[in-house]
């Protein structure tokens, strides 16, 4: 019996470390689902390659919109942080009506990362896909 428990026990703490979708070197960080706060670049990737940091920032604002520095006009966002990895959409008005782009994230306190396909369609599956452009922030203000 004791055996058993121990077993059980062993089990119950293992189980929830395997088959994480968050990037290796923050393994073990929880996704937060609270983006609110403005956001600055300080990494891009192309398709697995360094890129280098932009000076541009992201704020996420309330009523589910956001807004790029560069751009005049607020988007709007949804998450779904139960997914695995966690889901974001983002929702402009692109030339010639509303654009989604299907992404994923991942947050750890100040750091978050968001990949989305190079070219609008599905969404990324986890992290190291192929042809995802993604974008590593820190929080400056919330």
Not at 6 to 33: H, I, Q
Not at 129 to 134: A, F, G, I, P, S
Request: glycine share 8%.
């Amino acid at each position: 019996m004791r055996r058993t428990v121990c077993l059980l026990a062993a089990v119950l703490l293992v189980l929830p470390s395997l088959g994480s979708d968050a990037p290796k070197e923050d393994e073990g960080a929880a996704v937060r689902d609270d983006l609110q706060g403005t956001w600055q670049v300080v990494g891009r990737e192309n398709d697995g390659n360094d890129i280098g940091p932009e000076d541009s920032q992201l704020t996420f604002l309330p009523s589910e919109r956001y807004q790029w520095d560069s751009e005049k006009r607020p988007g709007t966002y949804r998450i779904d942080a139960s997914r695995e990895p966690a889901h974001l959409d983002l929702t402009r008005i692109g030339r010639y009506g509303p654009v989604t782009q299907k992404c994923i994230f991942w947050r750890n306190g100040d750091t978050l990362r968001i990949a989305c396909r190079t070219k609008e369609g599905e969404r990324p599956k986890d992290f190291r896909e192929h042809k995802l452009l993604v974008y590593t922030y820190r929080l400056v203000m919330q």
